[in-house]
């Protein structure tokens, strides 16, 4: 049977028809959504009336010139020290994993765990961890001779986001160690055995032969781990409130607070904006110095 299309036309039908499904749903979901944000972070819209009054640039200068929104920023530092600390840990335990350890599989598990936990259900856990009265961490302290360390951990505004933070250490360690541990089994072992018979000590093989292949994943993970202390929400939202006093309260926490309990949103969308510029400014940055150090 003859077909009056050439080759050429059915093999971009065929193209068209493959791509207009995803590039449908791609448009609807992510697109367009997001040129909806930009456009309401210019209206002064309180989520109910239809009217969306333009107000130009005043979302953003309410965003900088208020220290209550754009001060928050500053309560997630300790979750971004923490979260290099934590991709220390995971690329030591990824290291001596990697190695001929005994039952290195059971504590690739042991570690990796945690992450495949619910959120809620993790900050639920440690909310009994960190209970001044009966908690577990004031107890052990106590039992081991150090009551006066002994402490309201989510009730003193110096060390709460330190506190909360460590929940994000316990949780996503394991899942950073295994994206090391893929990375470290990438090396071929026979530059490790070449570096031995030349007398390099374990410690020169790890700081010139390993950490120059492990440059691309580390910044990978140092993007989740920016990227996560930027849009912390769930651990404040559930165990704090974002307490005592504000001092917990994070960016995307005071977003969702502007949007739904105050009904601006479209200051709202404008702090949304703002953090995805400031998120893509950092990781730029980031990804700079890390590309120049491992040259």
């Not at 619910?118 to 009265?133: E, I, K, L």
């Not at 502007?258 to 479209?266: L, S």
Request: aromatic share 16%; glycine share 8%.
């Amino acid at each position: 049977m003859f077909n009056p299309l050439s080759y050429k036309t059915q093999k971009w039908i065929i193209v068209i028809g493959f791509l207009l499904v995803p590039m449908t749903l791609l448009c609807t979901f992510t697109f367009y959504p997001a040129v909806k944000l930009v456009y309401l972070s210019f209206t002064d819209w309180d989520g109910i009336s239809p009217d969306k009054k333009l107000i130009g640039w005043s979302n953003y200068a309410e965003v900088f010139d208020n220290p209550k929104i754009f001060g928050v920023f500053l309560h997630q530092i300790p979750y971004f020290l923490v979260g290099v600390v934590q991709n220390m840990f995971a690329l030591l335990f990824a290291v001596l994993l990697n190695g001929k350890l005994k039952g290195r599989n059971f504590f690739r598990v042991l570690l990796f765990l945690p992450f495949i936990m619910n959120g809620v259900a993790v900050a639920f856990m440690f909310q009994f961890v960190f209970d001044t009265t009966n908690g577990s961490l004031n107890a052990l302290l106590d039992a081991i001779g150090l009551d006066g360390w002994k402490m309201s951990w989510l009730g003193n505004k110096d060390i709460v986001n330190y506190s909360l933070a460590s929940v994000g250490f316990w949780r996503f360690m394991g899942y950073n160690m295994v994206i090391y541990i893929g990375a470290l089994q990438a090396i071929p072992g026979d530059m490790y055995e070449a570096a031995t018979i030349d007398g390099a000590s374990g410690v020169q093989q790890f700081w010139y032969l390993t950490l120059p292949h492990l440059t691309k994943i580390i910044e990978l993970n140092m993007f989740l781990t920016i990227s996560g202390a930027l849009s912390v929400f769930d651990l404040p939202f559930v165990l704090t409130a974002g307490g005592p006093a504000g001092a917990s309260t994070t960016f995307v926490f005071k977003t969702v607070e502007t949007a739904f309990q105050f009904n601006n949103y479209g200051l709202a969308s404008a702090m949304s904006v703002v953090l995805l510029l400031i998120t893509v400014v950092i990781l730029g940055i980031q990804s700079k110095v890390i590309n120049r150090k491992g040259e």
